[in-house]
């Protein structure tokens, strides 16, 4: 999970940085949000469906609970990289001395 959660970061920053330009181009706010979406679920949840990860569970129900773990480790990056830039804010803000 480590892993997945690591390769989502990654393929997130690499594929915003990447593709701004050509998703822009959609006009359409949630369209947007998909599009940054598809690819760091993709890549999470291959690297989860190669894995160990409770291969008891066949069919349906481990595809299910992949996508499932997969849009939580998307959504626990988002939170991750918001936090980050909030403090990165709130530190800037703290040593240029404040808002006057």
């Known amino acids: 999970m480590?892993?997945?959660?690591?390769a989502?970061?990654?393929?997130?920053?690499?594929?915003?940085?990447?593709?701004k330009p050509a998703v822009e181009l959609l006009e359409v706010f949630w369209e947007e949000l998909l599009a940054y979406a598809v690819i760091p679920m993709a890549v999470t949840f291959i690297i989860l469906d190669r894995s160990c990860w409770h291969r008891e569970i066949v069919?349906?129900?481990?595809?299910?609970?992949?996508?499932?773990?997969?849009?939580?480790?998307?959504?626990g990056v988002l939170l991750a990289i918001g936090l980050m830039l909030s403090l990165l804010w709130f530190?800037?803000?703290?040593?240029?001395?404040g808002n006057h």
């Open 2 to 6: 480590v892993i997945a959660s690591i």
């Open 59 to 75: 069919g349906v129900a481990r595809t299910g609970c992949l996508l499932l773990l997969s849009s939580g480790i998307l959504a």
């Open 91 to 97: 530190c800037f803000n703290a040593v240029s001395g």
């Open 8 to 19: 989502c970061f990654v393929s997130l920053l690499v594929f915003y940085s990447v593709a």
